[in-house]
C-alpha cells in the first residue's frame, strides 16, 4: 500500500479564518514533506518533517503553521492566509529524509484564499 | 544553483506514436532522480528513481534511462491514458554542505491522441 491521504480535498477560506490541512500515511515512512503546487507551475517544497521532527523550513510565511503529532500524521495550520497562498496542498512521505528513497503524493487539498 | 530542465514542454501524439521525454540537470552532488507522473488536479504518482548513469528502469510502456547530465523517459506505443504531466525531480546534496534538497523540473504536457 503506496496511499496518502489528505483531508479535505477542496477549502475555501477566508483571509482572517483558522483552518488545518490534514495527511496520513500508514507506511511506516519517518518523512514527511509539504508542497505547494501553483497552476502549471512545479511542486515547490514547503517543510520536512524527518522523525517528527522539523528538519527544513524553505523560508516559509509564519502564517503556514506544520505540525507533526505522530509518525503517520501531518497537518498545516492556516492562518490570516492571502488571496496569493491559493494552490494545491500536497502531502508527501517517504522511507526517510537523509537516503534517496522516492516520495509517496497524496492527492492534495484545493485552497481557495477569497 | 540547482537546475532542472525539462523539454519540450508540450507533447502531442498520435496513439502508438513513440517518443522521449527530457530532463537535463545541473547540480550538484545528485542522490537520485525520480520521474512522476501527475493528472490534472491530483498528486504526482511515483512512476522510477534512478540512482547512476547508465541505470534504466522500465514499467509497461514506459522506459527511463539516465546519463550524467540528463535522462529521458521513452514512451513506446502511448495510448491516450498516457496523457499526464510527467514531472522529473532530483535529490542533491551539496558537495559544499548544507541539507538535501529536491528539484523538480517545470514538466512535459503530454497529450496522447486516439
Known amino acids: 500500500d503506496t496511499e496518502v491521504t489528505q483531508t479535505p480535498k477542496h477549502l475555501v477560506m477566508g483571509m482572517t479564518n483558522k483552518k488545518s490541512l490534514k495527511c496520513e500515511q500508514h507506511?511506516?515512512?519517518?518523512?514527511m514533506y509539504w508542497y505547494k503546487q501553483k497552476a502549471k507551475k512545479p511542486p515547490e517544497l514547503m517543510f520536512v518533517?524527518?522523525?517528527?521532527?522539523?528538519?527544513i523550513n524553505e523560508s516559509v510565511p509564519s502564517r503556514f503553521s506544520p505540525e507533526c503529532p505522530n509518525s503517520s500524521l501531518l497537518n498545516l495550520h492556516l492562518h490570516a492566509l492571502q488571496p496569493e497562498d491559493s494552490a494545491l496542498y500536497l502531502c508527501?512521505?517517504?522511507?526517510?529524509?537523509?537516503?534517496?528513497?522516492?516520495?509517496?503524493f497524496g492527492p492534495g487539498t484545493r485552497l481557495t484564499v477569497t | 544553483e540547482d537546475q532542472v530542465t525539462q523539454s519540450p514542454e508540450a507533447l502531442r501524439l498520435q496513439e502508438g506514436e513513440s517518443s522521449s521525454l527530457n530532463c537535463s540537470y545541473t547540480?550538484?552532488?545528485?542522490?537520485?532522480l525520480f520521474w512522476y507522473r501527475q493528472d490534472p488536479g491530483k498528486g504526482p504518482e511515483f512512476l522510477f528513481t534512478?540512482?547512476?548513469a547508465g541505470e534504466e528502469k522500465e514499467k509497461e510502456r514506459l522506459k527511463a534511462t539516465l546519463t550524467k547530465k540528463e535522462s529521458f523517459l521513452h514512451i513506446t506505443a502511448p495510448k491516450p491514458e498516457d496523457s499526464a504531466t510527467y514531472l522529473c525531480?532530483?535529490?542533491?546534496?551539496?558537495?559544499?554542505?548544507?541539507?538535501?534538497?529536491?528539484?523538480f523540473g517545470t514538466g512535459t504536457k503530454l497529450q496522447v491522441i486516439p
Open positions: 525531480a532530483v535529490r542533491t546534496l551539496p558537495f559544499s554542505g548544507g541539507y538535501q534538497k529536491v528539484t
Open positions: 534512478l540512482y547512476s
Open positions: 518533517y524527518s522523525y517528527e521532527k522539523l528538519s
Open positions: 508527501a512521505s517517504s522511507q526517510d529524509w537523509t537516503s534517496g528513497y522516492e516520495q509517496y
Open positions: 507506511m511506516g515512512h519517518r518523512a
Open positions: 547540480v550538484s552532488g545528485l542522490r537520485g
